[in-house]
T-cell receptor, first 113, second 114 residues
Framework: QQQVKQSPQSLIVQKGGISIINCAYE??????FPWYQQFPGKGPALLIA?????SEKKEGRFTISFNKSAKQFSLHIMDSQPGDSATYFC????????????FGSGTRLQVQP | DTAVSQTPKYLVTQMGNDKSIKCEQN?????MYWYKQDSKKFLKIMFS???????INETVPNRFSPKSPDKAHLNLHINSLELGDSAVYFC?????????????FGPGTRLLVL
């Protein structure tokens, strides 16, 4: 049972464009929603995260939008750069109790120069 | 200074063999995890330990046995390796926080079973 659904599977964006990745979750007990970035041959690294008490969080060029009623959240990468080319994973967890991350299936982003 | 380290980085072995992967974190975290990333890049939790106590065992075959000798170490032993065990295994660690909890991942161990 996939509790976090992620789309698209792959994304090609021109340099300077906006990259948008969407996720939907099922378990309403989740209360922490991080995005991880993974480069080839490396482990995932936290990019940005949000809690459901806010609808948006921005850090530099990266923004998470969160819709609690729809159980959806998305990552927006503004002014996408070739260095942003990586695989992005949304995830969800509970800050108390089961703290392990439930990951989406990943989005491979290619930013073309 | 590597926060979460794993050894070995690569592991190529024959079916039926027994192998171990070691993980160490120097972040002072109390919780450690093993995740498996399959060939389609899907990441899934296998085990979680908190202060050396097993708290999550995610329907993983009994051939997989984690061991945590202390808070800073979490090892994974795999018996009777099968072709389907080929994957990248990631160790991670974290400390709980009221507003968020960053899990720090190791570089991964790429296991290939022939």
């Amino acid at each position: 049972q996939q509790q976090v659904k992620q789309s698209p599977q792959s994304l090609i964006v021109q340099k300077g464009g906006i990259s948008i990745i969407n996720c939907a979750y099922e378990n309403t007990a989740f209360d922490y929603f991080p995005w991880y970035q993974q480069f080839p041959g490396k482990g995932p690294a936290l990019l940005i995260a949000i809690r459901p008490d806010v609808s948006e969080k921005k850090e530099g060029r990266f923004t998470i939008s969160f819709n609690k009623s729809a159980k959806q959240f998305s990552l927006h990468i503004m002014d996408s750069q070739p260095g942003d080319s990586a695989t992005y994973f949304c995830a969800a967890s509970m800050l108390t109790g089961r703290r392990a991350l439930t990951f989406g299936s990943g989005t491979r982003l290619q930013v073309q120069p | 200074d590597t926060a979460v380290s794993q050894t070995p980085k690569y592991l190529v072995t024959q079916m039926g063999n027994d192998k171990s992967i070691k993980c160490e974190q120097n972040l002072g975290h109390d919780t450690m995890y093993w995740y498996k990333q399959d060939s389609k890049k899907f990441l899934k939790i296998m085990f979680s330990y908190n202060n050396k106590e097993l708290i999550i065992n995610e329907t993983v075959p009994n051939r997989f046995s984690p061991k945590s000798p202390d808070k800073a170490h979490l090892n994974l032993h795999i018996n009777s390796l099968e072709l389907g065990d080929s994957a990248v295994y990631f160790c991670a660690s974290s400390r709980p926080g009221a507003r968020g909890e960053t899990q720090y991942f190791g570089p991964g161990t790429r296991l290939l079973v022939l």
